[in-house]
């Protein structure tokens, strides 16, 4: 998971407003057992399908309606007022606004940012697949929590069980009905609007915003003028960045010196045999995650990462696995609900060997470099790291 962004999320009930929310594309899916063929020809799960849930009206969430790409995330610290709600689905080019709650809470002991959503509408915002699934829809409307699918897969929380969802003061039981990839930095949880209101969430503090013809970064610089205080507004979505010469600049702070690279793959051989902890990014949490390791290796050599695997991978330019150096990060699209999302990342050492936190289960290790999945090399560049954490 990752924070490139400062942005105001609330936390429920007296905790700290202040929090990093990054975006990507939505995606909110769970596990069917059918197989379905790779390219490879390999045999996954496909996720598009929710857990079983019985007595639930076939009527209980709307039909799909015209799917919208989310292109620009507004979020606030209370409501968004109307008025401001409504001038931005007047605004020239915008084809769609989606108001969602949103906030930093607590789920199977985890600190993650948790959404309450309409199923009938905010299913037209998210990928195809996903947006077909009434089941899916039909459970979170029923009071299930979907969640990611790197704390599902990763985290080890699992599908169908009971995990508390709530804040320090307040906490309810719910059932995980789906493993569901917004795509969201730092957002790894998803329940309706009634049940979020149940849980204490501030209502309508954010919002997606549909404007498939003009650039983000424009509309989010008209947008600024009006936005209430407090607000913030992002882009969906960013783009990795690629070399546009094939050559990754060698100078001027561009790209790290040998002596952080040294102090980074040290300091990443420090934490080998610890646990991998879902969420985890320091010694007090027990442990770490893919992603908490990289942000530790890299702060002891002064270089800020972002928290998240796919806001990481925007830490530099991406090259080809083949030219590849140590001190590089290396980045997988493993998420089968969202093709092309990064959800995992790891440190290149050189000599077809990485040093990696995988999965819950195991610990922080030295492996053999395997390409399936991966989406090539990131050298970081320590300015465009720091870009990302103001």
Not at 71 to 91: C, E, I, M, N, Y
Not at 142 to 157: L, N, Q
């Amino acid at each position: 998971m990752g924070k490139p962004n400062r942005r105001v999320l609330p936390t429920i009930i007296g905790v700290s407003v202040l929090t990093t929310l990054a975006a990507n594309t939505a995606v909110l899916v769970a596990r069917d057992d059918a197989p379905v063929q790779t390219r490879r020809g390999e045999q996954r799960a496909r996720f598009v399908a929710a857990s079983g849930s019985t007595g639930l009206s076939p009527t209980a969430v709307a039909p799909l309606g015209k799917r919208l790409t989310p292109h620009v995330l507004v979020a606030a610290p209370s409501t968004l007022p109307a008025d401001f709600v409504q001038k931005v689905r007047g605004a020239k080019g915008v084809k769609g606004v989606e108001v969602v709650d949103a906030v930093q809470g607590m789920v199977a002991g985890k600190r993650v940012g948790l959404m309450g959503v309409d199923p009938s509408t905010f299913r037209n915002y998210t990928p195809k697949p996903t947006a077909k699934s009434d089941a899916l829809w039909r459970n979170v409307a029923s009071g299930d929590v979907a969640i990611s699918f790197t704390m599902g897969s990763d985290g080890g929380v699992k599908l169908g069980s009971q995990v508390p969802v709530g804040g320090k003061q307040h906490q309810s039981q719910l059932r995980v009905g789906a493993y569901a990839t917004m795509g969201i930095s730092d957002v790894d949880a998803v329940v309706s609007h009634a049940t979020a209101q149940a849980l204490g969430l501030p209502t309508g503090n954010a919002m997606l915003v549909s404007v498939p013809k003009a650039a983000p970064k424009t509309f989010i610089k008209k947008l600024r003028k009006a936005l209430p205080k407090g607000a913030k507004a992002v882009a969906v979505n960013p783009e990795i960045d690629f070399p546009k010469s094939g050559d990754v600049p060698a100078a001027n702070g561009q790209v790290m010196t040998a002596g952080q690279v040294r102090t980074v793959i040290k300091a990443a051989y420090t934490r080998l045999g610890w646990p991998y902890v879902w969420g985890g990014e320091s010694e007090a949490e027990g442990g770490y995650d893919c992603s908490g390791l990289m942000q530790y290796a890299f702060a002891r050599a002064g270089i800020r990462l972002p928290r998240v695997a796919a806001d990481q991978a925007r830490a530099g330019w991406v090259v080809p696995y083949g030219k590849a150096e140590p001190g590089d990060m290396l980045i997988w699209a493993n998420d089968p609900t969202a093709p092309g999302y990064i959800s995992h990342i790891a440190l290149y050492l050189g000599q077809g060997k990485m040093l990696a936190a995988p999965r819950t289960g195991t610990v922080v290790q030295v492996q053999d470099v395997y390409t399936r999945n991966m989406r090539g090399a990131v050298r970081v560049s320590p300015k465009m790291a720091a870009a990302l954490t103001r």
